[in-house]
């Protein structure tokens, strides 16, 4: 193996342990975006960066990510009253953007997601709102994993996590509050902790083909902002990646069907083909610091 295939593949490797999805607003506890750890990744705590106040209501959230796996969906939950137990959900089985095409480690580049979910009302001063990856991706097409411990059978074994602090500003005490999903959320009759690859349109960062109250820009993260809605769904993702070089990359095609299950109209069946490039390869002294990260991080 040449010593440029092994800077590309120890690239790859590097990125793929090291990153993949977190908050954007309100503002994570920690800005890693590889954080495994159930249930915050480990990082920070209540008295972490916030918290953002919300008012009961629809209120826009944005999260973004760094690394692509095709066909993983998102959750967001909320916490009970300064504890990180997370019983709460209030969108399940957010689709994936297959399209999507970040760059690690350059910002600009990351998939961003914004979503407009319902804050219950509910006073609570210490809460949290988690954001949850299931890495359907790695369990191949047609099969499914069940969220929980090692111990759990058929288990999802590798899942990203990402938490922000809140405040929420509604009367209903926390431990009295009985959370449901939106009744016209397509995906909510799914199983609250079994997933498989889900993906689905998204365009400006919204998801498309859904109520456009779920598009709506609304709440602290977004205030006053009128940001364009979805068009009609597609499901042929378009590829946005350029990169500059004197040869042409080497270029890797991906076929994804994606079948779950429920009676929801529309999104039941997803053929998704896209090209991707490998990235450009790095430079001999990175590749020093990357052999020299992967020695201590196994030894």
Same mark, same amino acid.
């Given at each position: 193996m040449s010593?440029?295939?092994? *800077? !590309?593949?120890? &690239?790859?490797? %590097?990125?793929?342990? +090291?990153?993949?999805?977190?908050?954007? #607003? @309100? !503002?994570?506890?920690?800005?890693?975006?590889?954080?495994?750890?159930?249930? #915050?990744?480990? $990082?920070?705590? %209540?008295?972490?960066?916030?918290?953002?106040?919300?008012?009961?209501?629809?209120? +826009?959230?944005?999260?973004?990510?760094?690394?692509?796996?095709?066909?993983?969906?998102?959750?967001? $939950?909320? &916490?009970?009253?300064?504890?990180d137990v997370y019983d709460c959900i209030l969108l399940n089985h957010i689709p994936h953007n297959d399209a999507g095409r970040p760059n690690y480690g350059n910002d600009k580049t990351y998939v961003q997601y914004r979503i407009t979910v319902d804050i219950p009302d509910v006073k609570c001063d210490k809460c949290a709102l988690q954001l949850i990856n299931p890495m359907t991706d790695k369990i191949g097409k047609g099969n499914s994993c069940v969220l929980g411990s090692s111990s759990t059978p058929n288990y999802c074994?590798?899942?990203?996590? &990402?938490?922000?602090?809140?405040?929420?500003?509604?009367?209903?005490?926390?431990?009295q509050l009985n959370c449901t999903q939106p009744a016209d959320w397509p995906y909510r009759k799914l199983s609250d902790h079994v997933y498989t690859q889900e993906s689905h349109s998204w365009q400006n960062g919204l998801l498309a083909g859904l109520p456009s109250?779920?598009?709506?820009?609304?709440?602290? #993260? %977004?205030?006053?902002?009128?940001?364009?809605? @979805?068009?009609? $769904?597609? +499901?042929?993702?378009?590829?946005? *990646? $350029?990169?500059?070089?004197? *040869?042409?990359?080497?270029?890797?095609?991906? !076929?994804? +069907?994606?079948?779950?299950?429920?009676? %929801?109209?529309?999104?039941?069946s997803e053929t998704v083909t896209s090209t991707s490039a490998a990235q450009t390869p790095i430079p001999g002294f990175c590749l020093v610091t990357l052999i020299s990260y992967f020695i201590q991080l196994f030894y």
């Open positions: 010593l440029l295939h092994l *800077s !590309v593949l120890l &690239s790859l490797l %590097f990125a793929s342990i +090291t990153a993949h999805s977190r908050w954007k #607003c @309100p !503002v994570p506890r920690s800005s890693s975006t590889g954080l495994k750890k159930d249930p #915050c990744g480990g $990082a920070g705590n %209540f008295a972490t960066n916030g918290p953002l106040v919300l008012s009961p209501g629809p209120n +826009t959230l944005e999260y973004e990510e760094s690394i692509s796996h095709k066909g993983a969906p998102f959750r967001i $939950a909320l &916490s009970q009253d300064g504890k074994f590798s899942v990203y996590h &990402s938490c922000a602090n809140v405040k929420i500003t509604g009367k209903i005490p926390r431990d109250r779920y598009s709506n820009q609304i709440g602290a #993260c %977004f205030p006053g902002a009128t940001l364009p809605a @979805p068009t009609q $769904a597609s +499901t042929k993702p378009t590829n946005s *990646s $350029a990169i500059n070089s004197k *040869s042409p990359p080497t270029r890797f095609k991906i !076929v994804a +069907t994606v079948k779950l299950p429920g009676d %929801f109209a529309g999104d039941a």
